[in-house]
C-alpha cells in the first residue's frame, strides 16, 4: 500500500490483502467535490442522456467492430472514445512526444483519477485493457469490456500473480498494446498519487518491448475523482454538472524495457526500477520526458499522420 498522502484526505483507510490490491487515502466525501462553476440542472441532464447514450452506442457497436480489420478497428474505437468526455462535457488536449514507432507490442502505463481515464487513454492509444475480474461482472460496462479483448485479472490471488504476468507477456509479445493503470487504485488527482506497483512492467521485459508513459491531468479534479465507495451515479452527476472541466493528455516517450532487464549492483529487481522511471515520467519529475516534448511533437505526428492523432488535439 501506498504512504502518499493528499492535502485534505483522510488516511483512515484499510490496509490493502495483496499486492494487487493497494488502497488509496482518498474518499469520496475529502476528495470527490467541485466547487467551480456549475451547469444549471437541464443542461447537465442533456449533457447525462447524452453521454449515456454514447457509452450505450459503444456496446451495441462492439461485436461488429471487433470483427474488422486491425485499421479501421482501430480509428473507430479512437473515435467513440474520444466522444464519450465530450457527450459528458469534458474538452480534452491531447499533446503527444515523438513516436518512435516499432514492430510489436507495447506497455501503455497511466496515472488514474477517473472511470474517464479509460476513454481518454483509448482515444489515443486504443488497445487491450488491463482490469479486475470484477469489472467483466459490471452491467454493460462489463459487456463492452469483454467484447474489446480486455485482460482480466484476479487481484484476490497472489498466487496467480506469475500467471498473470505471463498472460500479458504472451499480449505483448503478440504485438498487442496493452493498458493498464499500475497504481492500482483511483486517486483523486491533486497529490502524488501512487506508486506504480512493478508487476505489469515485468511482463514488458519478459516481451522485450517498450513501456509508454501518459500522464493525465484533469482541471478541477475533484469533480471527475472516482475514489473509494463512491456509486458510479454520483461520479457521473458530479462530471456532468460542473462546467468548463478540462482533461490533458500527454503522450510521452517510450522506455525500452530492456534498458532495465536484469538486477541492479544493490539487488533491486529491473521491474522496480522500471515502474519508478515510469512512474517519474508520468509525474513530471524526469525532466526529460516534459522539456523536448512540444518543440518535437508536430514533426513526428506529421510523419504518421494516419494512426496519430495531432500534436495538440483539442475534443
Known sequence: MSTARTPGVS???????SAWLPVAPCTPHACARHTGPVRAPLPAVLRLLAGCAWTLLGVACALPVRLLPKAPRAWLVRRW?????RAF????????HPYAHGAGGELVVANHVSWLDIPLVASVL??????????????????LAGLGSTLFIDRDRLRALPGTVDTLAEALRSGS????????????????????RPAVFQAAIDAEVSVRPVRITYRAPGAVAFVGDDPLAASLWRVVRAAGLTAEVDVLAPIPAGDHAGTSASGEPGRRRLARTA???????????TAPETAFAQTAVASDRANRPAASVHH
Request: proline letters at 7%.
Open 126 to 143: 486504443p488497445g487491450r485493457m488491463l482490469a479486475k475480474s470484477e469489472v467483466g461482472r459490471w452491467p454493460l460496462l462489463g459487456r
Open 89 to 96: 462535457g469534458v474538452r480534452v488536449t491531447v499533446r503527444v
Open 11 to 17: 488516511a483512515s483507510r484499510p490496509a490493502a490483502t
Open 81 to 85: 472514445a474520444r466522444g464519450v468526455p
Open 279 to 289: 512512474r517519474a515520467a508520468v509525474a513530471g519529475t524526469d525532466r526529460t520526458t
Open 177 to 196: 498494446r496493452v493498458v493498464a493503470f499500475p497504481e492500482g487504485s483511483t486517486w483523486c488527482g491533486r497529490g502524488s498519487g501512487g506508486v506504480f
